[in-house]
Each structure stands twice: as C-alpha cells, then as structure tokens.
C-alpha cells in the first residue's frame, strides 16, 4: 500500500528555518516524481517545488533561493529544506507523488511562522 | 507563470444537479491539466489527469474535457459526498499553476 507521512513542521521565527520530511512507503521514491504543494490557513492550494527521478528540481518563484528539494533514497524520504522563513510561508505542507494516475498524498504537516 | 482561472469562485446546487466547473489558463497547455476535490481538514484527491482521463476509483458521475486554455470538470449527478473545493492544476510547465478554487456547496 502506498503511503506518504509528512513531519518537521512546526513554529518558527521570521528568518529562520526548518527542513520537512516525507516517509514513503509501498513504492520508490528515486523512481516517481514528488512535490510538494503547500496551503495556507483558509486558502487555495499552492504548488511549491518539483523534483524528478533524474535528480532535476523546479521551484515556484515564491520559494525559489529559499526552500530547497531533496530526497535520501536509503531512507526512500523526500525532504524540503526551508531557510529565511517568512509569514506568508504559513501554510500545511502536503507531498505527493505525481500528478498523473499514479497520484497520492500525504495527510500534511503545518508550518506556522511567527514571532 | 501560467495563470490559472476559474468561474465561477462557488457554487450551490443540490443532490441529482448537473454541475459544470470551467478552468482556463493563460496561455496554451495542450491537455496538461488534472482536476483536484478537497474536503476540510483533507488532503486533495485527484479526479481527472491529463485533462479527460478518470483517475481509479472515482466514479464515473465526474467527467473532463478541454484542450489548449479552457476546460471543463462535469459532475453529472451531484451527490451528497460531492459538496467540496475544486481545484485545476496545469502541469505543463513551471511553475505548476492551481486555480483559485471552485467551493460547491449544499443550496
């Protein structure tokens, strides 16, 4: 069964930093592609980074030099390292595999910034 | 970026309704579209990828259509466990692009 548990979220401050984590289960990270897509509280969804089997990765302009994709395939866990946190990075986190037939989600993790 | 619209921004309508969402993208994304539905509190759940296809397990009742910029997500019979949030998403290019959501709720 396939399975996607997201965890790190968490309060932090304007500026400062933390990595989320994505433990997949019932299939292979390194083989799919994975983003993650994040919502603020009472908003729409928001597309945040992509990143393929071949290693490339894609970011939404919002995030671009500031979150950072990866995965550790020995750990089959993708993982998204988010440095100079701002308020409006407030939001639950959702990784998902694909977003073809092949999708799936996880339950989310929230990331409150605030001081 | 792609910009994703959609209209209308909610809806009400009752069980046994013929409900139409439209979703139309800035600039040509060939069939790169899927449809989303998220109840509170819930993850999204996939319905409709590349535009027209069915995603396992969902019933039949919803359809999609489009090609280029403008697309249609049909719930043919609205059901009671149909009352949520829909949103389209291109994946053409990137950044991936969702719309700001189509709420249906109970009339």
């Known amino acids: 069964e396939v399975q996607l548990v997201e965890s790190g979220g968490g309060l932090v401050q304007p500026g400062g930093s933390l990595r989320l984590s994505c433990a997949a289960s019932g299939f292979t990270v390194s083989s799919n592609y994975m983003s993650w897509v994040r919502q603020a509280p009472g908003k729409g969804l928001e597309w945040v980074s992509v990143?393929?089997?071949?290693?490339?990765?894609y970011y939404a302009d919002s995030v671009k030099g500031r979150f950072t994709i990866s995965r550790d395939n020995s750990k089959n866990t993708l993982y998204l390292q988010m440095n100079s946190l701002r308020a409006e990075d407030t939001a639950v986190y959702y990784c998902a595999r694909e977003h073809g037939s092949g999708n799936y989600w996880g339950q989310g993790t929230l990331v409150t910034v605030s001081s | 970026a792609i910009q994703m619209t959609q209209s209308p921004s909610s809806l009400s309508a009752s069980v046994g309704d013929r409900v139409t969402i439209t979703c139309r993208a800035s600039q040509g994304i060939r069939n790169d579209l899927g449809w989303y539905q998220q109840k509170p509190g819930k993850a999204p759940k996939l319905l409709i990828y590349?535009?027209?296809s069915l995603q396992s397990g969902v019933p039949s009742r919803f359809s999609g259509s489009g090609s280029g910029t403008d697309f249609t997500l049909t719930i043919s019979s609205l059901q009671p466990e149909d009352f949520a949030t829909y949103y389209c998403l291109q994946d053409y290019n990137y950044p991936f692009t969702f719309g700001p959501g189509t709420k249906v709720d109970i009339k």
């Open positions: 990143i393929y089997s071949g290693g490339s990765t």
């Open positions: 590349a535009a027209s």
